[in-house]
Nanobody, 111 residues
């Protein structure tokens, strides 16, 4: 059983930055690929981006150039650095590895 815990969410103004963390209960990120997802109010959950166990990343077009995913295997943690945030980035953000999901963390972008 893998436990994933997101942190770092909150309220930020448009144009601001946040860094989300996804902490795992074991050394899983060095073995398996992971993904960051988000679900905005009234919308379906969508993939934001992911990172492979080898460190390769990919992102949905809407966040390319603004979001960055990085792994710290020593801390069993994956980060989602979010810059130039927009109102439409408001959502609950989740991390996922294999079939395991975190509980999610709310990011609100509002003035």
């Amino acid at each position: 059983q893998v436990q994933l815990v997101e942190s770092g969410g909150g309220l930020v103004q448009p144009g601001g930055s946040l860094r989300l963390s996804c902490a795992a209960s074991g050394s899983i990120f060095s073995i398996y690929d992971m993904g960051w997802y988000r679900q905005a109010p009234g919308k379906e959950r969508e993939l934001v981006g992911g990172i492979t166990s080898g460190g390769s990343t990919d992102y949905v077009d809407s966040v390319k150039g603004r979001f960055t995913i990085a792994t710290d295997n020593a801390k069993n943690t994956v980060y989602l650095q979010m810059n130039s945030l927009k109102v439409e980035d408001t959502a609950v953000y989740y991390c996922k590895v294999l079939r395991f999901w975190g509980k999610g963390i709310l990011v609100t972008v509002s003035s």
